[in-house]
């Protein structure tokens, strides 16, 4: 018997995952406060982001909000277009798991909860890891597609 998820129950997956680990570091770490786990290398930090990455456009959070929705929306209204082979579909529920994860933050909080720190970037969480990974999957599209049609 062969088992497949919905792109429902995955964008659903990313987003709960999302949110549950935002709850555990809101609820278990001390705001600003360290909880290391490797030395220099991985860490535990709670931070309150009020930007996009590395905290740009931190005064917008309507901004925000609105790009975020009509990313979320656009790329929904325009999937038959967008997702054009398996990893541009693949991307796109792991954009929609992120984008989503981000932005109830946002407007529950006014802020995004970041939690890894890795300490070569910014402190992040699990949405944008699924940002990142949906990035890598229309990265990989892109290389594909330009080496079968050549």
């Not at 919905?6 to 997956?13: D, E, H, M, N, R």
């Not at 996009?52 to 038959?80: D, H, K």
């Not at 802020?111 to 990142?132: C, K, Q």
């Amino acid at each position: 018997m062969k088992f497949q998820l919905s792109g429902a129950a995955i964008v659903l997956t990313g987003v709960i995952v999302d949110q549950l680990t935002k709850w555990a570091a809101s609820f278990y770490l001390a705001y600003g406060s360290d909880i290391v786990l490797i030395p220099k290398v991985l860490s535990l930090t709670l931070v309150h982001n009020y930007g996009a990455a590395y905290g740009i456009l931190s005064t917008q959070r309507m901004l925000l909000i609105t790009l975020s929705t009509v990313v979320i929306f656009g790329s929904m209204f325009f999937y038959s277009k967008i997702a054009t082979s398996r990893w541009s579909a693949v991307g796109l529920l792991f954009l929609w798991s992120g984008a989503i994860g981000n932005l109830i933050d946002r407007v529950a909080r006014g802020y995004v909860i970041d939690f890894f720190n890795i300490h070569i970037i910014p402190v992040f969480n699990i949405a944008d890891i699924l940002i990142n990974v949906a990035v890598a999957c229309f990265l990989a599209e892109a290389i594909f597609t330009k080496r079968h049609s050549q």
